[in-house]
C-alpha cells in the first residue's frame, strides 16, 4: 500500500524544464521561419494544405504543452475545447456573417471561459484523476454537440459546411495559400505570446506548481488562481487552433473532434518533447503524417504499424523531439570545436 | 548511381507517355482529363479502415479485389484500372486532407463509393468546386439526390427516405386504416425515415399516426418507449432503429404479449446481429423491404449472379467471411461504376463520367434482386430506389409482392 503511494507521490508528474530549454535560440528561429515563410511558393496546393494542418495542430499541441509542460497538469480533454473554439468559427461565420478573423479572438474568449471554469472543479484533482476528468470531457463533448435545442445552431449530426475565405486586397493567391499565411501569422503571434508568458512572472508561477506545489504555495504563489488561468490559457489557444481547423477543413461534424483527436493531440506533445515549445510542430507533424506512413506500409494493419512506429520513438527518444534537438546541438558543437 | 540512373529512366519514360498521350489524343477522338490515359483509368476512394466504422472498411478491399479482378480480365475498354484507397479513420478533417490528396497529388480522374454522410459532407463543397465526381457515395442520407445544386456527387444505395415512402404505400394499400405508431432514433438517420413517412402517406399522415416516439442513440435501453407507445395502442408499429435496438424492440413487444404488425427498416435486417438475438420466435411476422441479395439465403445458391459473387470471392477474397454483407455491397458499387466507365468509350473526361452515370438505363449488377434496376436521369441521381417487401419466417426472410419503386428528389 505505503509502496504505491510512494510511487504515486513521488514520482514527479512532468520533469522539470528550465525556462531557457523551452525554446530555439534566435538563429534556429529565423531559420525556421524563413523557411515557412517560404516552402508554400514551391509546393501543390495539397501540400499548403497540409501545412496549414501541420500549424493548427501544432497549436493544439503547444496549448497542451504550456498546460502540461508549463502548470504540471494533464489533459485529455483537449479535444472539447477545440471543438467549442470550431463550432463558435462556424456558428459565427454561417448563422451571423461575422468575418473568419474576428471569429478567432472570439473563440479565444469563449474557450478561455470555458476552460477557466473547468478549471475550477479540476482544481481538487491531480495527476490521472486529472486526466480522466478531462478525458469524460472529451467524450461527452461530440454528444453534447448533438444536443436537440442546440441543433437549430450546430447542425445536429449533419454538422456545418464552413465557406472558405478568399484572399483580401485581391491579392494574386489562392485560397489555400491565404489561408496558410494567415494560420502562421497567428501562429507566430501564439508562439511568441507563449514564449513571453513562460519567461514572465505567471510562467515561473506556473513552473513552481509544476515542480513543488506546497513550496509554490509557501513561496505566495496563488495555486488554485494559476492553475485554472494555465487551463484558461491552454483551453483558448486550443479554441483558436479549432477555429482555423474549422476554417481550412470547411466542415465542422461531431465526429470531427472525438476522444481520438484529444488523444492524438496529447501524442504529439510526448513525442515533440514534454515542455518543450518547438517541439510541437515536431509532434503536430507526428499525428498527421506518421498515420499515413503507417497506412503505406499496410493498409490492413495500420493500427498496428503506427503501433510500432511510436513504440520506436518513444523507446529510442523518450523525451521526443528536444531530446533529438539536444543531441544535434551537441554534435555541432563538437564539431566546431574540432 | 543507381538511383540516378532509376530517376532518368523515369523521367524518360514520363516524357514519351506525355508526348505519347497527346499525339494519341489528337489521332483518335480520344478524350482524356486528368486521371485518365491510354492505359489506365485513376480512380481515388476514402474509407475507414481505422476508427468507429472500421466494419465498413472490408467495402473497400472488395472494391479493390474487384478491379483487380477486371484487369486481370484485360481492364475496361483495354484500360487498367488504378484503384488508390486511403484510410480517413470516419473522421471528417481526415476525409478532407485525403481526398485532397487524391485529388491534388495522386491526381485520380473520379471519387468513388467514400463512406459515411459526415466524410461525404466534409468534401462535397471541395469535389463540386473542383468539378471532381463524387461518385455512389456510400450513405443513404437524401441529399446527395440534388443535381441541381451538387452536379458532381450522386448517391447508390436507396435512400432511407425513399426506403421509408415504399412502407408508406405498402401500408396504404395494404392496412388502409392503421393506427400507426413510430418508434425513431433521434438523428438525421431515424429523422429522414420520419420524414419519408410522412411524405409517402401524403394528406393521410395525420389521421395514420397516433404517435411519433423518439430515442438517443445513447440509452442503453428503450424498454421505456415501447410500454409507453403500447399504451396508445396503434395497430402498426414502424421501427426505424439501428441494429441493437431493433433487437430490443422485438424482444420488448414479445415480452409484452403485445403483436401490432412490426416493421423494420433495411439497415436493421440482418438475421445474425438482430433477428437471432430478438428470438427467433419474437420475430416471425415481421416485415422490412430489401434491394440486395443476401449471400447466406439458400434461394440464392443456384442463382447465376450470386454465383458469380461466390467465384468471385473465392478467388480474390479468400478466407473472408461470406455473411459480411459489405462484400455484397462493394461489389454491386464496384461494378456499377465498370459499367459507367464501360460506356464512357474513349472519351474519359470528368464531364462525360458525369454523363454517363446520369444515363443508367435498367442496368442490374449480379448482387441486386431480381427486378431491382437502376436507373438515373439528369434529374435522378438517386441510382437504386426500388426495394421489395420481404416477411421473416422461420429463420430467414421471404421476399414477397411487388418490386416497389420510391424516388426521392433532394429539396
Known amino acids: 500500500m505505503s509502496a504505491v503511494e510512494d510511487v504515486v507521490t513521488e514520482a514527479p508528474a512532468v520533469e522539470a524544464v528550465p525556462k531557457r530549454a523551452m525554446t530555439l535560440g534566435t538563429g534556429t528561429s529565423l531559420v525556421v521561419l524563413a523557411a515557412l515563410l517560404i516552402a508554400p511558393v514551391f509546393v501543390k496546393n495539397f501540400i499548403i494544405f497540409q501545412m496549414t494542418m501541420l500549424l493548427i495542430y501544432g497549436l493544439a499541441v503547444l496549448a497542451l504543452n504550456i498546460l502540461t509542460g508549463g502548470s504540471g497538469q494533464f489533459s485529455l480533454g483537449q479535444s472539447a475545447f477545440y471543438a467549442v473554439g470550431a463550432y463558435t468559427t462556424a456558428v459565427l461565420m454561417e448563422h451571423f456573417n461575422v468575418n473568419y478573423a474576428l471569429t478567432l479572438p472570439i473563440a479565444g474568449v469563449v474557450c478561455f471561459a470555458f476552460g477557466f471554469l473547468f478549471g475550477q472543479p479540476a482544481l481538487r484533482l491531480s495527476g490521472v484523476y486529472l486526466a480522466l476528468a478531462t478525458f469524460a470531457l472529451a467524450t461527452a463533448m461530440p454528444q453534447l454537440l448533438k444536443l436537440n435545442f442546440l441543433e437549430h445552431w450546430t447542425g445536429g449530426v449533419q454538422g456545418l459546411v464552413v465557406t472558405k475565405p478568399d484572399a483580401p486586397f485581391g491579392l494574386p493567391m489562392s485560397q489555400d495559400m491565404w489561408l496558410y499565411y494567415f494560420t502562421l501569422v497567428v501562429t507566430i503571434a501564439i508562439y511568441i505570446f507563449a514564449v513571453n508568458l513562460l519567461r514572465s512572472r505567471s510562467g515561473r508561477a506556473f513552473m513552481a506548481i509544476r515542480d513543488n506545489e506546497i513550496a509554490a504555495s509557501a513561496m505566495g504563489v496563488d495555486v488554485a488562481l494559476y492553475k485554472t488561468l494555465a487551463f484558461g490559457v491552454s483551453a483558448a489557444i486550443t479554441g483558436i487552433a479549432g477555429s482555423l481547423g474549422a476554417i481550412a477543413v470547411q466542415f465542422v461534424a461531431p465526429d470531427s473532434y472525438t476522444i481520438t483527436l484529444a488523444i492524438s493531440l496529447f501524442l504529439g506533445m510526448v513525442v515533440g518533447g514534454v515542455g518543450w515549445l518547438p517541439g510541437s510542430i515536431v509532434g503536430a507533424a507526428f499525428i498527421i503524417f506518421v498515420p499515413n506512413i503507417a497506412e503505406g506500409i499496410s493498409k490492413g494493419l495500420s493500427g498496428a504499424v503506427f503501433g510500432v512506429l511510436l513504440f520506436l520513438v518513444i523507446y529510442l527518444v523518450p523525451h521526443g523531439a528536444r531530446q533529438v534537438a539536444i543531441l544535434g546541438q551537441q554534435l555541432a558543437g563538437k564539431l566546431r570545436k574540432n | ?411
Open chain 2, 1 to 411: 548511381m543507381h538511383f540516378g540512373r532509376t530517376l532518368r529512366a523515369a523521367a524518360l519514360v514520363t516524357a514519351t507517355a506525355a508526348i505519347a498521350l497527346t499525339s494519341g489524343a489528337a489521332l483518335a477522338q480520344k478524350k482524356y482529363d486528368t486521371g485518365a490515359s491510354d492505359t489506365e483509368i485513376k480512380i481515388g476512394n476514402i474509407m475507414p479502415y481505422s476508427g468507429p466504422a472500421s466494419a465498413y472498411g472490408i467495402i473497400g478491399k472488395t472494391e479493390e479485389a474487384y478491379f483487380r479482378m477486371i484487369n486481370d480480365k484485360g481492364g475496361i475498354n483495354g484500360r487498367k484500372i488504378n484503384f488508390v484507397t486511403y484510410d480517413d479513420g470516419y473522421s471528417p478533417p481526415k476525409a478532407v486532407e485525403q481526398v485532397r490528396k487524391l485529388v491534388e497529388s495522386d491526381e485520380v480522374l473520379v471519387v468513388f463509393n467514400p463512406l459515411g454522410t459526415p466524410s461525404n459532407t466534409a468534401i462535397q463543397k471541395y469535389l463540386n468546386a473542383k468539378k471532381i465526381p463524387q461518385l455512389f457515395v456510400a450513405t443513404g442520407a437524401t441529399k446527395w439526390n440534388d443535381p441541381k445544386n451538387f452536379p458532381w456527387t450522386m448517391g447508390w444505395q436507396p435512400s432511407y427516405q425513399s426506403e421509408a415512402q415504399i412502407y408508406a404505400k405498402w401500408l396504404m394499400k395494404e392496412k388502409p386504416d392503421a393506427k400507426v405508431a413510430i418508434l425513431y432514433q433521434n438523428d438525421d438517420f431515424g429523422k429522414d425515415y420520419l420524414k419519408g413517412t410522412k411524405d409517402g402517406l401524403g394528406a393521410k399522415a395525420s389521421s395514420m399516426i397516433i404517435m411519433e416516439e423518439s430515442y438517443e442513440v445513447s440509452e442503453p435501453s428503450i424498454d421505456g418507449h415501447i410500454v409507453k407507445i403500447k399504451a396508445a395502442n396503434p395497430d402498426v408499429l414502424l421501427i426505424y432503429t439501428t441494429p441493437k435496438f431493433a433487437a430490443q424492440t422485438i424482444k420488448k413487444t414479445a415480452e409484452l404479449s403485445w403483436k401490432p404488425l412490426q416493421i423494420l427498416t433495411n439497415v436493421s435486417i440482418s438475421v445474425g446481429s438482430v433477428m437471432k438475438p430478438a428470438g427467433f420466435e419474437n420475430a416471425q411476422g415481421v416485415l422490412s423491404a430489401a434491394y440486395a441479395k443476401d449471400s447466406t439465403d439458400p434461394q440464392w445458391a443456384n442463382d447465376p449472379g450470386m454465383k458469380k459473387w461466390n467465384e468471385f470471392v473465392d478467388k480474390y477474397m479468400p478466407g473472408a467471411d461470406k455473411s459480411d454483407t459489405s462484400m455484397v455491397y462493394g461489389y454491386g458499387a464496384a461494378s456499377t461504376l465498370a459499367k459507367v466507365l464501360e460506356m464512357c468509350g474513349d472519351d474519359l473526361t470528368r464531364a462525360n463520367i458525369m454523363k454517363q452515370a446520369a444515363s443508367l438505363k435498367d442496368f442490374a449488377p449480379d448482387t441486386l434482386l431480381p427486378g431491382v434496376k437502376i436507373n438515373t436521369s439528369a434529374t435522378d441521381f438517386a441510382p437504386i430506389s426500388q426495394l421489395q417487401m420481404q416477411r421473416f419466417k422461420g429463420e430467414k426472410w421471404e421476399l414477397f409482392g411487388e418490386i416497389i419503386s420510391g424516388d426521392v428528389a433532394s429539396e
